[in-house]
């Protein structure tokens, strides 16, 4: 079969090549537990779940605009407004199935063959293989253990040539947890208004936050033109499998956005976008009483790994997932990855599935229970030990 040129320039997500290797040794009998996977291990909240089946028995079953209900949009424009600090409107919100949406149709719509984009390098794999995708070229910025996984804002304005056309942030990050303060944001927010850049800021993690206070650079004066934000409803309200996110950015791309879903997509499910509205506007008991179990968990696994000889990790601030680094165990990131799912069947990801920078680290998610934690570490350790 000949495909397009283009396919060769697309990535993947290894997260879910892991997963199925996983699921495949279980299938042979081996008892795995799963650190490799993003996802949280809570049921969405009961309201959210009755919203939805409310809303199909009332006929939201039907096709509805593509840029998304003008009351979920609204809704979502004042859960902006108030959790990032900004004046939001509806019509500059377009309703996505999940986040990756926005990243693939924004970086579509504004980016050209040739035109560089910045984006954060270990990070989400999907940021390098869609600028790559559409012909423009993927510049790494370092996230470095010694800046606890933040920009160093000097090297990134090292960075920008004339041919810059967007940077990507990610706060809190994926895959290693760290948090750009407001004083890295504004560094950010001075060198895109400078040199007439876009900044992606991709911040489905924003409540799962646990030092300090999130910021978010659509906040900041002069940058509401010229900024993306992406967020979704998967990690703080356990909806992953519903596919449910949105973009948020000026109102003439928006409409560019929502044309691009009309010839993908069409539009997101019409009572899948009700039970949206009850997610933002319920009660937000159960996204907390998560964030503190996520809290626990991070605490155990942290404190378990740096127990364990060769390995050291940071305490991460924010989102669901430490980086350990392993240089010292003697193993490759990818080398360590294999070993310890075949070997002592738990599912973890090479470090350098999110970026050349990754190498030497892997990415563990603590999105399982407190005991499948403890199992997998002794796991881990015995295997290192022995």
């Known amino acids: ?3 397009a040129k283009r396919m060769s320039n697309l990535g993947t997500e290894t997260a879910f090549e892991v997963l199925a290797r996983a699921k495949q040794l279980e299938a042979e009998g081996r008892n795995i537990i799963h650190l490799e996977i993003g996802e949280p291990d809570f049921d969405t909240p009961r309201h959210i779940i009755e919203a939805a089946y409310q809303a ?14 003008p009351e979920f949009r609204a809704a979502i424009a004042e859960h902006i407004s108030k959790s990032r600090g900004c004046s939001v409107s509806a019509e500059n919100v377009v309703v996505v199935p999940g986040a990756k949406p926005i990243i693939y149709w924004g970086i579509t719509a504004l980016v050209d063959p040739g035109d560089e984009v910045i984006y954060p390098n270990p990070g989400f794999p999907i940021y390098e293989s869609m600028i790559n995708f559409v012909g423009g070229k993927a510049v790494p910025a370092p996230l ?39 004083e890295d944001l504004e560094a950010i927010a001075k060198l895109a208004i400078d040199n007439d850049i876009w900044v992606m800021s991709d911040e489905p993690y924003e409540q799962i936050l646990y030092e300090g206070e999130h910021y978010s650079i659509l906040a900041l004066e002069g940058m509401a033109e010229r900024t993306i934000l992406l967020d979704c409803f998967s990690k703080s309200f356990a909806m992953t499998g519903w596919r449910l996110g949105y973009g948020v950015m000026p109102a003439e791309l928006a409409a560019a956005i929502a044309k691009l879903q009309t ?29 503190a ?28 997932y430490v980086f350990p680094n392993i240089t010292q165990t003697g193993y490759s990131s990818r080398e360590l990855a294999t070993k310890i799912l075949e070997e002592a069947n738990v599912a973890v990801l090479s470090g350098t599935a999110f970026g050349e920078y990754g ?8 999105a399982n229970s407190v005991e499948n934690i403890q199992e997998a570490l002794r796991r881990i350790k015995e295997l290192l030990t022995q």
């Open 1 to 3: 079969m000949i495909l």
């Open 56 to 69: 199909m028995k009332e006929g939201w079953t039907h096709y509805g605009p593509s840029a998304g209900d």
């Open 144 to 182: 470095r253990e010694a800046n606890e996984f933040r920009f160093d804002v000097q090297e990134l304005a090292s960075l920008v040539t004339p041919k810059t056309k967007m940077i990507i942030i990610n706060s809190p990050q994926n895959p290693t947890g760290g948090v750009l303060s407001r």
């Open 263 to 291: 010839n993908c997509t069409s539009c997101v499910a019409s009572f899948i976008q009700r039970a949206g509205i009850a997610a933002l506007q319920g009660p937000k008991d159960a996204t907390r009483a998560m964030v």
């Open 293 to 320: 179990e996520f809290k626990r968990r991070r605490d155990v696994i942290v404190d378990g790994l740096n127990d364990i000889p060769g390995i050291s990790c940071l305490r991460p601030r924010g989102a669901f």
């Open 359 to 366: 190498d030497g680290y892997l990415r563990l998610s603590y």
